[in-house]
């Protein structure tokens, strides 16, 4: 697996972990439709339950995820897109992101990418030095 491909589990853990953060908002919110009749209770559950398998599937994938990647490739590749989608989710149902998430957000950026470069020139020169053995 080359390219984004081999890290496809770690992503979708961090997405699936936003979406089943987007969906404990809405066990909580007071901007739920029809807030004053039964109807409310029934989208606060269907959310306890979205979230509930939004947040398993995200297990499923980090631990399948282990499976094929360095731990702390996993770990960092998944946090990191949990932030971004969070914060990607969180513009859209209008919440306020100031600027600070911004800069933060471009620094884990360029620390994952770093990160990654590094673990994958080390992979490759182990796989080098098995080679040659």
Not at 6 to 20: A, D, W
Not at 26 to 39: K, L, M, V
Not at 57 to 78: C, D, M, N, Q, Y
């Amino acid at each position: 697996m080359e390219g984004i491909w081999r890290f496809k589990y770690p992503l979708v853990c961090g997405i699936c972990g936003s979406i089943g953060g987007l969906f404990s908002k809405g066990i909580s919110s007071t901007h739920i439709p029809f807030a004053q009749n039964q109807f409310s209770i029934i989208i606060r559950f269907l959310c306890v339950i979205l979230m509930f398998v939004c947040n398993s599937a995200g297990g499923f994938f980090f631990a399948k995820a282990l499976s094929e990647l360095p731990p702390l490739t996993v770990t960092i590749i998944s946090t990191i897109t949990g932030f971004i989608m969070s914060g990607i989710i969180g513009g859209l149902i209008g919440e306020y992101i100031p600027i600070q998430w911004y800069f933060g957000m471009i620094i884990l950026i360029i620390g994952v990418i770093l990160l990654i470069v590094d673990n994958y020139e080390k992979e490759q020169q182990y796989q080098t030095d098995i080679k040659e053995e």
